[in-house]
């Protein structure tokens, strides 16, 4: 492949969790992508599945308009997803590359899973047993 992905880690830079995604944490993935040939990359994507294959995050440099310039040989990636929407559960990452064109250079619909760890609520209150795949903060009014 002339654009192939290496190696990939992920970090939520919260040791007491051993690093592992938290539900509205940050995701820090470090991405080791191989290149044949100099190249602008117009589509680099990590992409979260449920079990079922249902897309839940899809972090793509073509929806910030970010082009990224690929020398040849190993090139290092850091994608930074600042809040993780996702409540506790096992979940799926997929990887996607693509040139500005729309060739498809690599693509891997389950490259591996995560886990997204309950660190517990900070607020009262008991969460239900059988609860959504996004948390959802709000608030509730009587009058």
């Known amino acids: ?10 970090s939520s830079h919260h040791q007491e969790i ?7 944490g940050p995701l820090t993935l ?6 044949s ?6 589509s680099l994507a990590i992409t979260i599945y449920d ?20 020398v040849p040989g190993l090139n290092n990636i850091c994608l930074n997803i600042k809040t993780v929407h996702l409540n506790p ?3 799926i990452v997929g990887l996607w590359a693509a040139d500005p064109a729309g060739e498809v250079f690599d693509s891997i619909t389950s490259a591996f899973k995560i886990e997204v760890l309950d660190i517990g609520s900070e607020g009262v209150g008991v969460k239900p ?3 959504g795949l996004v948390p ?3 608030d509730v009014l009587v009058s």
Not at 18 to 24: H, I, L, T
Not at 30 to 35: A, D, H, T, V
Not at 37 to 42: D, E, I, Y
């Open 30 to 35: 470090w991405i080791k992508l191989f290149s």
């Open 1 to 10: 492949k002339e654009v192939r992905f290496e190696a990939i880690k992920f």
């Open 37 to 42: 040939h100099p190249r602008s990359l117009g």
């Open 89 to 91: 559960g096992q979940y």
């Open 18 to 24: 051993s690093c592992q995604p938290y539900p509205n």
């Open 129 to 131: 047993k059988f609860d």
């Open 51 to 70: 079990a079922y294959g249902t897309k839940l995050v899809n972090a793509d440099t073509m929806t910030i308009g970010r082009i990224l310039d690929l």
């Open 136 to 138: 959802c903060e709000f």
